[in-house]
């Protein structure tokens, strides 16, 4: 397991930007954003692995882009032209290797509002 904490959350105006970081306690395989809005269950935003392939949903293409540290074990989601849509609790994940359990942060609410 990998511990995981979140920062960055907070509440922002229809079309501003936040930025969402994480830092893992050990290196991992893979490093990424899920979001779970009200009445939603919980679905990926963006993911990264080791070496740096990327994987978006469709809702974040274009405006959100996630990227790491190796060094630091940190990923960072950059999320710009932020909409009420986007409005939700979002949680670090990460996996030590492609076949271990997931880790998950305790999550970091994110509100935008008009």
Known sequence: QVQLVESGGGLVQVGGSLRLSCTASRSTFTMGWYRQAPRN??????????GGSTNYADSA??????SRDNDKNTVTLQMNSLKPE?????????????????????????????
């Open 86 to 114: 986007d409005t939700a609790v979002y949680y670090c994940h990460a996996k030590r290797w492609y076949n271990d359990m997931d880790s998950w942060g305790k999550g970091t609410l994110v509100t935008v509002s008009s």
């Open 61 to 66: 293409k274009g405006r959100f882009t996630i």
């Open 41 to 50: 269950k919980r679905e990926l935003v963006a993911s990264i692995s080791s």
